[in-house]
């Protein structure tokens, strides 16, 4: 939208015309590109002098604003109409996506990802379940703490309107029906904007909900959707650990409302990430109480799903820290004795990559922590950069890290009803339309390709029984009652007297590796 803004100021019978032309730019955020403010000294002694001469500079300047075009139209094809709403593709340059195969050299094109292909007894399809993030692909800018947006798609107009929400929900499920994905994912304030009360926030989000749901038709649906409590200032000391229990409240009716609108969407998943929900020093904090308003929040948020008949899944999603220094659900270990603890056992871990990193671990250890302890309901697919001590949520491009962590859903029997969600962004230096495609082809092939190799390892049975045989001294009478909790301590100390000094056997973990990596 472009301003343009004029003052006159008058000193010593001249006056002085000052013109300043700009324009608001940007996708989340607001900013005014300044492109000049020029001043015209001008000593005409007659009012209608001064009065052409400020309709001529006014017309001169009208002209150049008109000669730079807003956002809308792109430069791909599409346009705005009559009533400024987008007419045609949002991405015309951009066909369906199809496989191709291993060979293909289009980058525009699946090479693993064949999602009617049958993989151990199941379609690829539903082994992956893959999911778009609305915020990463659809709000993401490319901003950074050191730097402005350098993302601007054609379709945005630099506000933060219902409309422009409303044009972002079509721009996502074009993406979603070229992609070939049938699930997404979302915050509340990601898909429509702040109102000046909650109850007007609340009706901006009814309406563009309502046209999500006539967007999805039968066979999109959200694969989960969450509350944004963690942007908003009024949430820099938490949300449901804050010390405010206006606080505490008011993210209460939001977490109510976004749970609401995801099972109007037909979600079958609701998440809760705590960003804010920890601390940043223990002087100024009740570690204890915090924990028990947080479980008390849950508790809350597990009875109102029952009371609205919502059947989806809710997962708590651990991170260890950023923005906090200290994040209450730090790993999965973490988490689930929390869970346990507080007995809010219907809840189960979504698990980050990137996030598992964070904490020390890699993303197949979480993931097997949450697995053998039968709480594993989503991953968010996603890698960090070794050499960066953040959050970098890139693309997971990793082939032997997406075969191990094919290997925990394969172990775990599906993610059904959850699925893998591309909590990922492109960098901040992809700026071209068809990286947003690139990007989804990429992971998405990553994630295919692992679930090939790990389906190779099984099928070939080697590395299982490497393993199996590393444990096969417990495959045995005593090692039986030993797992069935019927050895006391002195049939053990029997058995070590009378076997004497044990022998120990190599682990082989250099075999193991070469068999690993011969699937790959």
């Not at 955020?29 to 052409?52: E, N, P, W």
């Not at 199941?122 to 082994?127: F, G």
């Not at 809710?314 to 260890?320: A, F, R, T």
Request: hydrophobic share 40%.
């Amino acid at each position: 939208m472009w301003h343009l803004m004029v003052g006159i100021h008058q000193e010593k019978e001249r006056d002085f015309f000052f013109v300043t032309v700009g324009s608001t730019i940007g996708c989340s955020d607001f900013r005014l590109l300044f492109l000049g403010s020029v001043r015209i000294i001008v000593t005409h002694k007659s009012m209608a002098g001064r009065i052409l001469l400020l309709v001529l500079f006014m017309n001169a300047v009208f002209f150049i604003v008109n000669a730079v075009p807003e956002t809308c139209p792109a430069d791909l094809g599409g346009k705005c109409g009559e009533d400024g709403e987008w007419e045609g593709e949002f991405f015309p340059g951009v066909p369906k996506i199809k496989y191709e195969g291993p060979s293909s050299k289009n980058p525009l094109s699946y090479k693993w990802y064949n999602a009617e292909e049958v993989i151990l007894g199941k379609k690829m399809k539903d082994w992956l379940r893959f999911s778009v993030a609305f915020w990463h692909t659809f709000r993401g800018t490319g901003a950074d703490p050191f730097g402005a947006p350098t993302k601007y798609w054609p379709w945005e107009d630099g506000t933060n309107s219902i409309a422009m929400a409303k044009r972002r929900m079509r721009a996502n499920f074009e993406f979603l029906s070229k992609l070939g994905v049938d699930r997404w994912c979302f915050h509340d304030r990601d898909i429509a904007p702040d109102g000046k009360t909650l109850k007007e926030t609340n009706s901006n989000l009814d309406e563009v909900v309502a046209l999500a749901k006539e967007l999805q038709g039968d066979k999109i649906r959200p694969l989960w959707g969450t509350a944004q409590l963690f942007m908003h200032p009024r949430y820099m000391h938490g949300a449901a650990t804050s010390s405010e229990l206006g606080v505490y409240a008011y993210a209460a009716a939001q977490v109510k409302k976004a749970m609401e609108v995801t099972h109007y969407l037909g979600g079958e998943n609701y998440v809760f990430w705590g960003g804010r929900e920890g601390y940043q020093t223990l002087l100024n904090t009740d570690m204890e109480r915090e924990l028990d308003h947080m479980a008390k929040f849950l508790e809350a948020a597990a009875a109102y799903k029952k009371k609205i008949g919502f059947n989806g899944t809710l997962l708590i999603e651990p991170k260890p820290q950023e923005p906090t220094k200290h994040q209450y659900d730090w790993d999965a270990a973490t988490t689930l004795n929390f869970l346990r603890k507080y007995g809010l056992l219907e809840f189960k871990l979504n698990i980050e990559c990137n996030h598992a990193t964070l904490s020390g671990h890699s993303c197949h250890h979480d993931l097997e922590t949450a697995r053998i302890n039968g709480m594993l309901g989503n991953i968010d697919a996603n890698t960090g950069d070794p050499q960066v001590g953040w959050d970098t949520d890139q693309f997971l491009t990793d082939v032997g890290e997406a075969t191990m962590v094919m290997i925990s859903v394969i172990r775990n029997g599906g993610l059904a009803p959850g699925g893998f969600n591309f909590d990922a962004k492109l960098r901040r230096e992809s700026t071209d339309v068809e990286d947003l495609f690139i990007a989804h082809i990429s992971g998405m092939d990553t994630l295919a390709r692992g679930l090939r190799n790990a389906a190779k390892l099984i099928e070939d049975g080697s590395l299982a029984e490497l393993v199996s045989k590393r444990y096969s001294s417990f495959d045995t009478e005593l090692g039986a009652q030993i797992e069935a909790g019927k050895a006391d301590f002195e049939m053990l100390e029997k058995k070590a007297m009378e076997w004497g000094e044990p022998k120990v056997a190599s682990a082989k973990q250099e075999l193991a590796e070469m068999i690993f990596q011969s699937a790959l």
